[in-house]
C-alpha cells in the first residue's frame, strides 16, 4: 500500500554546533534545551532498561509521568530528536569510506488492541502500526557502527491502493530507496571519502539507478533478471566470471 505522504517524516537540515571539546551536537533540538536533556535521559534509560516499555524506562513513579510528559509533548517530533544522532553520525564519518545500509522495519501492535491515533493497516490483516526505514552508517574498514545517516517514518492509508503500475515512482512505498541514498548523499558524501549505499532486492528498481546522486555508489541484492548493454542477462552473466578468491 502506497504511504500517506503527507505523514512521511524526515529529519530537518541537521544544525552542528562545535563545542569545547571537539564534540558535535545540537543545541535545543526540540526547542527548549530542558526537553534535550529529558532526551537524553530516555535514551540513556532505554539503553540501560533494554526496554520501551515506559513503566521499565522511568524505573519510578515520577520517571513514567516524566517519559510520557515528554512525548504527548506538540513539540517532540520524530525528526528534532533524530537530528543530533544524525549529527553525530556526520561527525563520526569524516575522512571515512563508510557503508550505508539501508532496509524497513514493520513496527506493529497487538491485534487485540484498539487501533491507536497515528497507527495504519500493517502488513497482516487487522494488526495496526507504523513503518521506519532507517540509514545505518558503517565504518567500511572495520565494520564499526558510526549511527544514523537519516530516517523515514510513515503509516500507511486505511484507503485500498491503486492499481501498482498506475501510481507514480515519486507517489509510491519503494521511493524510500530513493530517498534514502538522496540523504547518504545530503548528509555523509560532504565528509566521508566515499559513501556505499547498501540495500536489498526491494531496492531493485530501475528508477533508483537512474537517479542515482552522483556522490554516492550503489550496492543492490539483484531480484530482476535484468538485460545487459553488452547482450545476455544479469543472473547468467557471473557464470563467465573467473574467482578472485574463496572463503569459508
Known sequence: MAPSLPRMIQEPPVRV???EAGMAWTKAVLGDARRDDR???LLAR???????????????????????????CEDVE????LAPHVARTVEACKGLR??????????????QRRPV?????????GIYGFFVHPLVVVDAKDEALLGVGGAQIWTRDEKPTPMH??????????RRWQVGAEMAAEHLAPVAAQVVVVQDREGDIYPIFTRRPEAVD?????????????GGHLFSAPAKWGKLARRR
Open 165 to 174: 503500475n498506475a501510481i507514480p515512482f515519486d507517489q509510491k512505498e519503494s
Open 117 to 125: 491515533d497515528g497507527l495504519g493497516p500493517a502488513g497482516n490483516p
Open 78 to 81: 520524530p525528526a528534532k530528536v
Open 218 to 230: 550503489l550496492v543492490v541484492r539483484a531480484a530482476q533478471d535484468r538485460a545487459l548493454a553488452g
Open 17 to 19: 554546533i562545535r563545542g
Open 39 to 41: 532526551a537524553e535521559w
Open 46 to 72: 532505554i539503553v540501560a532498561s533494554g526496554s520501551l516499555q515506559l513503566r521499565e524506562i522511568g524505573g519510578t513513579r515520577a520517571g513514567e509521568i516524566a517519559a510520557h510528559r515528554l512525548l504527548s
Open 98 to 111: 563508510v557503508v550505508a545500509v539501508q532496509d524497513t522495519s514493520e513496527i506493529n501492535f497487538d491485534r
